[in-house]
């Protein structure tokens, strides 16, 4: 009976110890990278404007065939949104996209690679990237 408490302390010294490691592998999520590029006809700039509840990413101009990236670590509660406001010339609106949603897009990819059409964005397969 006497070594109960022992073994319990024994038990949260260990574990203290050991923490590092536990986050290390379970609670922190893998670094995710959003990659967005333009490939609008015409060799139209594009301007996108990114942010989240937390963060805003500022104001980027993307030639054709540029790109613009970011990274981040998603939330443990699965609620990382990222939004983006997309312009260019002969538009008279702004088109508003959830970038990365993480309801959406946790698991599919590390590596989100968008690319902007006139008409639409497409996520890039990662396993099929051509």
Known sequence: MGSSPTLALSLLIFFLCNIRA???SIF????????????????????????SKNDDLGVHVLPLGQGY???FRPNLVGTTLFFCSFTWTGQHQIYWFN???????AGKCTTCRWIIHEY?????DPKNPG
Do not use: A, W
């Open 120 to 124: 639409s964005m497409c996520l890039q």
């Open 69 to 71: 990236s970011f990274k």
């Open 28 to 51: 922190i999520q893998p670094v995710t990278t959003v990659v967005i590029v333009n490939q609008i006809e015409y060799g139209i700039p594009v301007t996108v404007h990114c942010k």
């Open 99 to 105: 970038i990365f949603d993480d309801k959406r897009d």
């Open 22 to 24: 536990i986050q290390g």
